[in-house]
């Protein structure tokens, strides 16, 4: 006589996958509120921890220093030149504009050699913290016009840089007398100078090149000594301004 296999009615299975329909429901629903509740209490740590910041020193600034001026201020073979001398000793970043055989007049366009005042555009747009305006020598041929060229530069490096210091240093000498023309010259541009407000230095008066021996051999443009010598008057002269 054979036995009968007991199983699951239709409504029992019905039920058996209901049931495992409805756990797996819950179990689900209970897997996404434990993530939502960890994912929270993650947050709240985050909130809660303190904040740690990293401080980085600032960046060193270097006053930049633009030079203008004639051959006695021009980059040389030796780098003894006064402005490189200048600023490399007081740590500022140096913008040399000087040019041999050039004033607040004198120019040589064929040789792209521009007048001091054609370099005021360019040293706006460097916005420098100090400028130094030395010459004049080579304007003897222009009195007349040198007192107007150096008036319209002062003035307009003024009005654009409110916020630079702006230094004129007159004709720069070698040991020899001044002509009558030399001295009217450099009487001119410290008239300007002292109209527009600006610090003169009167560098053909103190003669600071009256020792032959910081001269070159064509007795006019200053050895490396000589170099040293105008570093140094002019240092002296940028103290007492409180430079």
């Not at 607040?104 to 913290?129: H, M, R, S, W």
């Not at 100078?193 to 021996?213: H, I, K």
Request: avoid cysteine.
């Amino acid at each position: 006589m054979r036995k009968r296999r007991m199983g699951l009615s239709g409504s029992q299975q019905n039920i058996a996958v209901l049931v495992l329909v409805v756990v797996t429901a819950m179990a689900a629903v209970v897997g996404v509120i434990y993530s939502q509740s960890r994912n929270q209490q993650a947050q709240a740590a985050a909130r809660s921890a303190p904040t740690m910041t990293i401080e980085t020193e600032p960046e060193p600034y270097y006053p930049r220093l633009v030079v203008v001026g004639d051959s006695y201020s021009i980059p040389n073979q030796t780098s003894s030149e006064w402005p490189r001398k200048l600023a490399t000793e007081r740590g500022w970043r140096l913008t040399n504009m000087a040019v041999g055989g050039v004033g607040y007049v004198q120019q040589n366009l064929d040789k792209g050699k521009k007048a001091f005042t054609g370099n005021v555009d360019a040293i706006v747009a460097l916005a420098p913290d100090y400028v130094i305006i030395a010459g004049g020598r080579n304007d003897v041929s222009y009195p007349r016009e040198t007192g107007p060229a150096a008036a319209q530069m002062f003035a307009t490096l003024k009005e654009q840089l409110p916020e630079s210091r702006i230094i004129v240093i007159g004709m720069i000498h070698d040991n020899r007398a001044p002509t009558p023309t030399a001295v009217e010259v450099n009487a001119t541009i410290r008239r300007e100078a002292e109209a527009a407000g600006l610090p003169f230095v009167d560098a053909l008066t103190e003669n600071w090149l009256s020792d032959p021996a910081l001269l070159r051999e064509d007795g006019m443009h200053p050895t490396a000594e000589g170099q040293a010598v105008l570093r140094d008057r002019i240092n002296e002269h940028l103290a007492r301004l409180g430079i």
